[in-house]
């Protein structure tokens, strides 16, 4: 049926139909049997290899003593100013060569029990270890029932005291349990089917397979650069690049060029500023931690375009309100996260609060 098909739509050229049945036939494999997403095939594999090791010593070793890093600066830190974090990609990056040196270092101690050999150095470091340490370090660290904590207890915001130590460890608990079961009971809808595909993990998918796995030399659309000489080219690159706009010239991260040209106006900073403005700008910015703030390189092109049509709508309706003083909101900074009294004061939470 295939080939009746390609011969009424190709006519004579009946030389390029085997090739195009088996591109064909190929395609389809790929899609039924692997996942419909190129971005997918390229830092995942259609098979698995259950001879390489995953829960090692080396791995729970790593996962205790970096989930213990990781947590413990971002608690001392988060409360100060700047905040300092030790986000996944980085513990990837910093694991790889300590696994490595472990693999190294260690000596190969171990047991068998029923014939299977356990043992604290298996062989060289594998990206399943890595991968495994990554998950769990990332699960550890990204609680996100943990930034309430600050509001509710500091005395900027509502002055809690009895949030306690255990009503933290509870909450924390209580929430990171529920996302795990809805997430074992979506798993037929959310995490079989080929086609769920969640485009924020793969850029932790394709830092793990740039770092631990061999590729062949091989020609791909002209490029004979592996994975691995690639990530360290960009990464050196964005890493000179990073003091531009964040030391040398700081005026870079937040480009209000616009507003130079008439630093006391302030309609135009109100429009185009980017602090306490609408920021309308068409050049708004070179610092690259603004520029991928929104994922621009991860999330589909559809998704970034319908975020920015929902901004366009907001921020031209929020222009409208207040140039024609609604309510009196002229009175008030067009864009803060401040909430204001009657009077034009900032709103104290406390202030309605007892006990």
């Known amino acids: 049926m295939l080939s009746e098909e390609v011969v009424s739509f190709k006519g004579e050229k009946g030389e ?6 088996l591109e064909a036939r190929l395609e389809a494999a790929l899609i039924a049997f692997h996942s419909p997403y190129p971005e997918v095939r390229s830092v995942t594999d259609p098979y698995d290899d259950p001879t390489i090791p995953v829960e090692t010593f080396r791995a729970y070793l790593f996962i205790f003593v970096w989930t213990m890093l990781t947590t413990g600066i971002y608690e001392f830190f988060r409360h100060r100013q700047s905040a300092i ?20 270092l260690l000596p190969d ?33 990204g609680a996100y029932a943990s930034y309430s904590f600050f509001s509710l207890k500091l005395n900027l915001f509502y002055d809690f005291e009895w949030v306690s130590f255990g009503y933290q460890v ?11 079961g809805f997430a074992g009971i979506f798993r037929k809808i959310c995490v079989y089917p080929v086609r769920a595909m969640w485009p924020t993990l793969l850029p932790t ?13 091989e020609v791909i659309n002209g490029w004979k650069i592996s994975r691995f000489n690639f990530f360290y080219i960009a990464f050196g690159g964005v890493f000179l690049y990073f003091w531009l706009p964040n030391y040398l010239f700081s005026a870079l991260a937040t480009f209000n060029w616009i507003t130079w ?8 900073a109100a429009i185009t500023g980017t602090f306490y403005g609408m920021g309308i700008n068409p050049i708004a910015t070179f610092d690259w931690n603004y520029i991928d703030g929104m994922s621009l390189l991860v999330v589909p092109w559809y998704s970034n375009v319908n975020q920015y049509i929902g901004m366009v709508i907001a921020t031209l309706l929020v222009i409208a309100i207040y140039w024609s003083n ?30």
């Not at 209580?174 to 795990?180: E, L, N, P, V």
């Not at 040209?261 to 135009?268: K, R």
């Not at 609604?326 to 204001?340: A, E, Q, R, V």
């Open 16 to 21: 390029y139909l085997e090739e195009w049945e």
């Open 85 to 104: 974090s030790l986000p996944t990609n980085v513990v990837q990056m910093l694991m790889y060569p300590l696994g490595t040196l472990i693999a190294y």
């Open 261 to 268: 040209i008439a630093p006391n106006n302030f309609n135009l």
């Open 109 to 141: 101690w171990g047991f068998t029990i029923k014939g299977q050999r356990y043992t604290i150095n298996p062989g060289p470091y594998t990206y399943k270890e890595q991968m495994f340490a990554t998950i769990c370090i990332s699960a550890a660290g």
């Open 326 to 355: 609604h309510l009196w909101s002229g009175y008030l900074p067009i864009n803060t996260n401040t909430l204001y009294t009657n009077t034009g004061e900032p709103f104290r939470v406390t202030e309605i609060l007892t006990n």
């Open 170 to 180: 509870l909450l924390i608990l209580s929430t990171q349990f529920m996302g795990f």
């Open 205 to 217: 998918l394709a830092l793990n397979r740039a770092l631990m796995k061999d590729e062949k030399r």
